[in-house]
T-cell receptor, first 114, second 113 residues
Framework: DSGVTQTPKHLITATGQRVTLRCSPR?????VYWYQQSLDQGLQFLIQ???????AKGNILERFSAQQFPDLHSELNLSSLELGDSALYFC?????????????FGPGTRLTVT | GDSVTQMEGPVTLSEEAFLTINCTYT??????LFWYVQYPGEGLQLLLK?????DKGSNKGFEATYRKETTSFHLEKGSVQVSDSAVYFC????????????FGTGTRLKVLA
């Protein structure tokens, strides 16, 4: 158990819909990262937050957005869903050591868009 | 640009065989290097890390040495077990100026009894 929690574990929804994925980092970690893992594109970095502020952006679509709240949990919002958005979405957190250290991953949310 | 390249899988070995999974990187700064492991149905777990040249990371019988001259961080284990079957990811992180964390594409390892 990494200490990072993600909900829900599974999500099935239809094209065009909007969903919210939730992540709680390890106690004491200030950074939260979101990744998308699909079979054909591997592990893709989406976005990072540090103590409530956006720190870095990766290959995140405009239809996707995220935020980190004062209690440090984070939410990833996916809208106008397409079949190609079906994937595993992982959240990770890291200790407040400058962001260059190891990451601790949650168990993931499996999103299926039908 | 900065990148991580891993050998393609799957790698299939018999139990107690020697394992090497190659990883090379390209980076403009001085990265930290990591190996993560993903067991079926789970998230990634940090396996080992090295933060500077010639450092050796080790954990659970796995080892990798940070080789700056060859820009490599190959993962090795002397005797694999069936329970080592998983996907292994090499990764680097850079913090000079802006954050960057890059994962390789992953190498699937299958160990047969």
């Amino acid at each position: 158990d990494s200490g990072v929690t993600q909900t829900p574990k599974h999500l099935i929804t239809a094209t065009g819909q909007r969903v919210t994925l939730r992540c709680s980092p390890r106690s004491g970690d200030l950074s939260v990262y979101w990744y998308q893992q699909s079979l054909d594109q591997g592990l893709q970095f989406l976005i990072q937050y540090y103590n409530g502020e956006e720190r870095a952006k990766g290959n995140i679509l405009e239809r996707f957005s995220a935020q980190q709240f004062p209690d440090l949990h984070s939410e990833l919002n996916l809208s106008s869903l397409e079949l190609g958005d079906s994937a595993l979405y992982f959240c990770a957190s890291s200790p407040p050591s400058g962001g260059a250290g190891e990451q601790y991953f949650g168990p993931g949310t499996r999103l299926t868009v039908t | 640009g900065d990148s991580v390249t891993q050998m393609e899988g799957p790698v299939t070995l018999s139990e107690e065989a020697f394992l090497t999974i190659n990883c090379t990187y390209t980076a403009t700064g001085y990265p930290s290097l990591f190996w993560y492991v993903q067991y079926p149905g789970e998230g990634l777990q940090l396996l080992l890390k090295a933060t500077k040249a010639d450092d050796k990371g080790s954990n659970k019988g796995f080892e990798a040495t940070y080789r700056k001259e060859t820009t490599s961080f190959h993962l090795e284990k002397g005797s694999v077990q069936v329970s080592d079957s998983a996907v292994y990811f090499c990764a680097l992180s850079l913090t000079s100026g802006t954050y960057k964390y890059i994962f390789g594409t992953g190498t699937r390892l299958k160990v047969l009894a």
